[in-house]
C-alpha cells in the first residue's frame, strides 16, 4: 500500500521526537512492503516566525490532502506568559481541529509494567489500567461565541451542543467499546449543564443500538475522584471537549508512562496523531527527548488510519523491547544508569524490527 | 457569646452526623460560656417530600436571620436516576447558594499522620499537602443563561463572570495567602477561555495591592495533573465554578482522609459550613457514618463565623486525640478491629473535651 502523511513536527522537541517516528516507520513500511510519502509543512510557533500565523493555509491544504498528519508539538516560552496576546500557537491547534473536523480525540491509558513504579499512585490502585477516553474536540465552549460587554467588564463564552455533535461522538464510543469489555461510561454534569443533559439524552437513545453495551452516566466531578481511587474500573469514557481536556490530563498521570501516552484525534478529511507531551521548550535540540510517546502515535496510526494491525503490533512489540532492556532516554533511567539519546533508541528500534 | 445557627440537617446520613456535630458544639459553648442557639429546617429531598420544593421560603428565611448555618448532605437515590426530573435535591443547593449569596467555598485538603496510608497516592508524594480551594461558587456556567433551540436539537449554556465577581473572589484568596505561606495559584482556561482571561487580568491587576503575594497562573487542565503528582506543591488556589467543581473533589481524594474534610461557604449575608461527603443513603439510620467531617465543618465555624479560634482548636485537638486512639467509625478501621458508632465517637468528644 501507498501511504500520503503529512509530517508537522512544530516546535521543541518536536522535530527530534517526530524524525524517529519517521526512522521507524519507514522501516516498517520497508518490511512490510509499503511505501509512505512524507509531506512536511509548519505550525505554531516556528509557523508564527515563518509566515504570521501558527495554521498557514498551505499546511492544511497538505493536511487535507493527505491520509493521516502526523504531529509532533507546539508551544514556545516566548508565547507562555501572555495567553492574551493576539497570535498564539495554540489558536494554530484549535483552528486546524477545526478545519480538519477532527471531532473525535482518543486518548488512551494504560500501564507498563516496566514504569508502573514511575506513578504518583501505589501499584495496587494502578495494575491492570486500560482506558480510553473519546474526547469530542470541535465543539462546546471552546468554539462557542465569546467576547467581551460593559466596557469589557463582563466576559462571557458559550457552550454550545448539537445532538447531531453527540451522536457523531457517542456512536465512536459504543464502536469502540464494542472492540474492548463493552463498557462505557458516559461524563457529564447534567445534574446542572442543559448541554450535559442533551448529551446525557442522545446516548441514552443509543443504548438500544448497541444492546451488549453497558452504559453507566457519571458526574465529571465523581469521575475525576475515581479516576485517581480506581482507574482501572474504566474502560471506554466518553464526554465533551472542557471535561475532556481536564480528565485526559489527569488520567495521563496516573499509569506513570505519562512520557510514553499516544493520541489520536479522529476527523471527517483525515486523522491526527500525536504525542500528548508537550515541546518541552528546555530540552529542544539537545536529543535527549523520549521519541516513544510519537513511536506509539504511529503505531495507532497504522491500526486506525490504515487498517493494518500487523504493523502496529510490530512497533509496540519492539518499543516494549526496548523497554524491558532499559535502552530508553534519561526520564526513563534512575540517577547512574546509562540514558541513551533521542536518535539511539530510534537507531535500535529500526535495528530490532 | 450568643450565636443563632440554623440547622440543615438534610438528607440520608446529614440528620446523624449533624446530631454529633451539634453535641460537641454545644459542649463547646458550654466550656467557653457561649449560648447557641439552633434552628432546624428543611432542606433537600425531605423538603420536596414535606413540602414540594428543596429549599422551601421558610428555610431561606432562617438562614438569612443566622450567624452561620451548619449543613449536613442532601441528596436521595430516588431522584438519582434521573437529573432531568423537575424537582431535584442539588436544585435547593444552587438556589440556596445563589439566594444566600454563597460566593466563596473554601475547600481545604490536608492529611491526618494518622489516616496517610489510606490515600491511593504514595505516602512520598502526599506528605505535608495542606492546601485551600477558594471556588466560586455563584457564578460562571452554572448560572448563565441555559435552554434549547432548534426543537430541543440544540442546547447551550452561556458561561459568565463580571470583574467584580472576580474580584470579590481573588480578594478572599489574597487574604487567605497573607495568612499563610503567602503563594496563591489562579487556575484558569485563559488559553481558550475569554472569562477565563477576564480572570487572569484581573487578578493580575490585584498582585500590586498584596506585593507579599506570590501568584502564579496556571492552566486548569495542568492543575488537574500537578494536584496528582505534587499535590504538597500547592497552597491557595483560587478557580471558577466549574472547575473549582472538578478540581476540589480531584484534590479531596489525594490526601486519603477524604472522609473527613469540612468545607465552608462564604457568604453576603451569612456563611454555611458542611462535610464535603454526600448523604451516602446505604447508611441511612445504620449509626454507622463518620461524623468527623461535619465535627471538623462546625470547627471552621467558630474560627471563620464567630472569630473563636480557641473554641476551633479545642475541637481538632480533640478530633485529633480520637483518631490517634481509635475512637473511629467503620469507615477508619482495619478489618477485624473495633468500629465505634456515629454517636460514640461523638460522646467520646464531648467527654474527653
Ligand atoms: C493548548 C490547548 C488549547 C489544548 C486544549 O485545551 O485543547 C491542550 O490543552 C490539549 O488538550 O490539547
Ligand atoms: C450537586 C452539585 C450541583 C454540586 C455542584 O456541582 O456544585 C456538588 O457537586 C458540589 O460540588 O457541591
New binding site residues.
Given amino acids: 500500500m501507498k501511504f500520503k502523511i503529512a509530517l508537522l513536527a512544530g516546535d521543541g522537541i518536536g522535530p527530534e521526537v517526530i524524525n524517529e517516528a519517521v526512522k521507524v516507520s519507514d522501516a516498517i513500511a520497508k518490511k512490510f512492503n509499503h511505501e509512505i510519502i512524507w509531506t512536511p509543512a509548519l505550525t505554531g510557533a516556528c509557523a508564527i516566525d515563518a509566515v504570521g500565523v501558527p495554521y498557514p493555509d498551505e499546511t492544511h491544504q497538505i493536511c487535507m490532502a493527505s491520509d493521516a498528519v502526523l504531529f509532533g508539538a507546539i508551544g514556545h516560552p516566548k508565547y507562555d506568559n501572555d495567553p492574551t496576546a493576539k497570535v498564539r500557537p495554540e489558536q494554530g491547534l484549535l483552528l486546524m481541529r477545526k478545519k480538519l473536523g477532527l471531532f473525535a480525540n482518543v486518548r488512551p491509558t494504560f500501564t507498563f509494567p516496566s514504569l508502573i513504579d514511575n506513578s504518583p499512585l501505589k501499584r495496587e490502585r494502578i495494575e491492570g489500567t486500560d482506558l480510553v477516553f473519546l474526547r469530542e474536540l470541535t465543539g462546546g465552549i471552546y468554539f462557542g461565541e465569546k467576547g467581551r460587554r460593559d466596557g469589557g467588564e463582563t466576559a462571557y463564552d458559550n457552550c454550545v451542543y448539537t445532538r447531531a455533535e453527540v451522536q457523531r461522538l457517542a456512536k465512536k464510543g459504543f464502536e469502540l467499546a464494542m472492540t474492548r469489555s463493552k463498557k462505557l461510561c458516559c461524563v457529564d454534569?447534567a445534574?446542572?449543564l442543559e448541554t450535559s443533559r442533551l448529551w446525557r439524552e442522545t446516548v441514552q437513545a443509543m443504548e438500544k443500538d448497541y444492546p451488549e453495551v453497558t452504559v453507566s452516566y457519571e458526574?465529571v466531578?465523581a469521575v475525576a475522584m475515581r479516576l485517581v481511587q480506581w482507574p482501572n474500573t474504566y474502560d471506554v469514557l466518553i464526554t465533551e471537549n472542557l471535561f475532556g481536556d481536564i480528565l485526559t490530563d489527569e488520567a495521563s498521570v496516573i499509569s506513570g508512562s505519562m512520557g510514553l501516552m499516544p493520541s489520536a484525534s479522529v476527523g471527517e478529511h483525515t486523522s491526527l496523531y500525536e504525542p500528548i507531551h508537550g515541546s518541552y521548550p528546555q530540552a529542544t535540540g539537545l536529543n535527549i527527548a523520549n521519541p516513544l510517546a510519537t513511536i506509539l502515535s504511529a503505531a495507532m496510526m497504522f491500526e486506525d488510519a490504515f487498517g493494518l494491525k500487523e504493523e502496529a503490533e510490530a512497533i509496540r512489540n519492539v518499543v516494549n523491547k526496548s523497554l524491558e532492556q532499559g535502552i530508553v532516554t534519561e526520564d526513563l533511567v534512575a540517577k547512574g544508569v546509562k540514558a541513551y539519546k533521542t536518535s539511539e533508541v530510534g537507531d535500535w528500534l529500526v535495528a530490532n524490527l
Fill in positions: 454534569k445534574n446542572v458526574f466531578d
